[in-house]
């Protein structure tokens, strides 16, 4: 496999019962267009969400797979004053999760000591959330957050997305999706990257939601 663009890896890096629910459904449909008006994703003591991550080929075929991992938000850190539950399952991040209100969650990275929005609900279609300019030797890259109001049913949840992308003197380079269902929080998410300006961006890696603990 190539190596990925070093912004690629910096993003990585920043990147209901009270019974356990698991999801069986493998269907990926249009939804019927609403979501309820719950907390976007319920980041407090107690609830527990467990993922599968899963790593593909430069030429898009299945790579990898890693074991069912657990994001527990029994574990906190306090930045700024504000409290941030974690620990990511993706190993070398370290980063933590803050419900700062019914629509918004925010992630601490401890690597680079510095937070951010990674999710929120907007009111209309195509909302810039976020975005950063970055000028680096030979290279302007632009990031944005941007959030939309159409349901797509993903594994049998009617989720609402926000896309994360990165161009790199305005060619994009990094696609990630972040699909989430309100109430429940995040069931699905996928890397895009691109190691060439002259191909198209391929599906690198997926984290799927397998089952959940909301208390």
């Known amino acids: 496999m190539q190596k990925l663009p070093v912004f690629f890896l910096l993003l990585l890096l920043v ?9 069986n459904q493998t269907s990926n449909s249009q939804g019927n ?10 980041v407090v003591t107690g609830n527990y969400w467990v993922y599968r991550d899963s790593l593909f080929n430069d030429n ?26 974690g620990t990511n ?14 629509n918004t ?3 601490y990275d401890y690597n680079i000591n510095s937070s951010a929005i990674i999710f929120k609900r ?37 989720c609402i997305r926000n896309e994360n992308t ?7 380079w990094l696609r990630v999706v972040t699909y989430v269902k309100p109430g429940v929080g995040l069931v699905r998410m996928e890397y895009y990257v691109k190691y060439k300006a002259s191909e198209k961006l391929r599906l690198y890696f997926t ?9």
């Not at 990147?15 to 999801?23: E, F």
């Not at 990898?64 to 657990?70: G, I, K």
């Not at 300019?133 to 302007?140: G, K, Q």
Request: proline share 3%; aromatic share 12%; glycine share 6%.
């Open 122 to 158: 907007v009111e209309a279609n195509n909302t810039i959330i976020r975005s950063q300019d970055a000028v680096v030797p030979n290279e302007h890259v632009v990031t944005t957050l941007t959030g939309y109001t159409d349901v797509i049913n993903i594994y049998g949840y009617d």
């Open 60 to 85: 898009g075929s299945f790579g990898s797979v890693f074991p069912s991992d657990t994001l527990k938000t029994t574990d906190s850190v306090t930045y700024e004053g504000k409290v941030f539950y």
């Open 89 to 102: 399952p993706f190993y070398v991040s370290r980063t933590y999760y803050r419900q700062v209100d019914d």
């Open 166 to 172: 990165q161009t790199v003197n305005g060619d994009l």
């Open 33 to 42: 267009g609403q979501t309820e008006s719950k907390t976007v994703w319920p």
């Open 15 to 23: 990147s209901c019962t009270k019974n356990s629910t698991s999801i």
């Open 105 to 107: 969650v925010e992630e």
């Open 207 to 215: 984290r799927t939601m397998v089952s959940y603990k909301i208390k």
